[in-house]
């Protein structure tokens, strides 16, 4: 069973930084279409950046685009977020997932629906 582990959430001033990790295991493919995703209570899940674990497709929504950065390490199966320039509105639950690789397609909007596998979630909180 293909499984998701985030780590790297706390609790951070305005401006600050956090990396965000999310380990993928028991995986079917050698690669997948992985992507962030963060939420907050009342609010739908939504989509933040997403890359080709194989390479390529990197996508970042207009909010986090200068300031986050999403990257994958094959050698370690490991998917990152770094963010920087934190921002109050960028508190919330966050979340890795990894899809077909076909949704990385730039013509494929960063939408929940296309993936399948989830993380159980980090929380990030930015103060001030």
């Known amino acids: ?3 998701l582990q985030e780590s790297g959430g706390g609790s951070v001033q305005t401006g600050g930084t956090l990396r965000l990790s999310c380990a993928l295991s028991g995986y079917t493919y050698n690669t997948y279409c992985m992507g962030w995703f963060r939420q907050t209570p009342g609010k739908a ?7 080709d674990s194989g ?3 990197e996508y970042y929504v207009d909010s986090v685009k200068g300031r986050f950065t ?3 390490d094959s050698a370690k199966n490991t998917l990152y977020l770094q963010m920087n320039t934190l921002k109050p509105e960028d508190t919330a639950m966050y979340y890795c997932a990894a899809g077909l690789r076909t949704y990385c397609r730039g013509d ?4 929940t629906f296309y993936f399948g596998y989830w993380g159980q979630g980090t929380q990030v909180t930015v103060s001030s």
């Open 108 to 111: 494929v909007t960063l939408e």
């Open 55 to 57: 390479g390529g497709g």
């Open 45 to 51: 899940r939504e989509g933040v950046a997403r890359i």
């Open 70 to 72: 999403i990257s994958h």
């Open 1 to 3: 069973q293909v499984q």
